[in-house]
């Protein structure tokens, strides 16, 4: 397995680390690249648009290189969670604990597992933890 031209191309934006974790992952299970950077008009219009809840420079993805990424499992069903849920547990996760990539998934925000807790699920979402401290390294995005 290995990711479409667009996908590859997005996770070239990404820090190194989500791009070894993320080619992993794709060698394992089919996955496309949503998003990596997102310079300050789009996220503007995704928060307008209820996909994220931050503004410019407070999101993981406006920052060069990208320290988040949102990854969809293929075929891709909006419908239907169970798909985000299996690759963010038993892909995603466990391959970065595997690389010791420090990660943090929008499923589980808090880790603990239990999606119930959660008063925003973002299941295509991973970022580097804490993202703040990797965004230090790197330059806002623009776009």
């Not at 990596?36 to 993981?60: D, I, M, P, W, Y």
């Not at 547990?89 to 603990?112: H, N, Q, S, Y």
Request: net charge positive; with cysteine; aromatic share 10%.
């Amino acid at each position: 397995m290995s990711l479409d031209k667009n996908s590859a191309a997005r996770l070239k934006k990404a820090h190194p680390l989500l791009q070894q974790l993320f080619n992993a992952v794709a060698a394992k299970t089919p996955i496309m690249i949503l998003d990596s950077q997102r310079g300050r008009a789009a996220q503007e219009l995704a928060f307008r648009q209820g996909h994220t809840k931050v503004h410019f420079g407070n999101s993981a993805h406006n920052w060069s290189p990208s320290v988040a990424l949102d990854v969809v499992p293929l075929p891709l069903d909006w419908h239907d969670t169970k798909p985000f849920i299996t690759l963010g547990k038993t892909f995603v996760i466990p391959t970065a604990k595997e690389l010791k990539i420090p990660i943090r998934w929008g499923g589980d925000w808090d880790g603990d597992g239990d999606m119930k807790d959660q008063t925003f699920v973002d299941l295509p979402h991973y970022e580097l933890t804490p993202w703040r401290d990797w965004a230090k390294q790197c330059k806002p995005f623009e776009g």
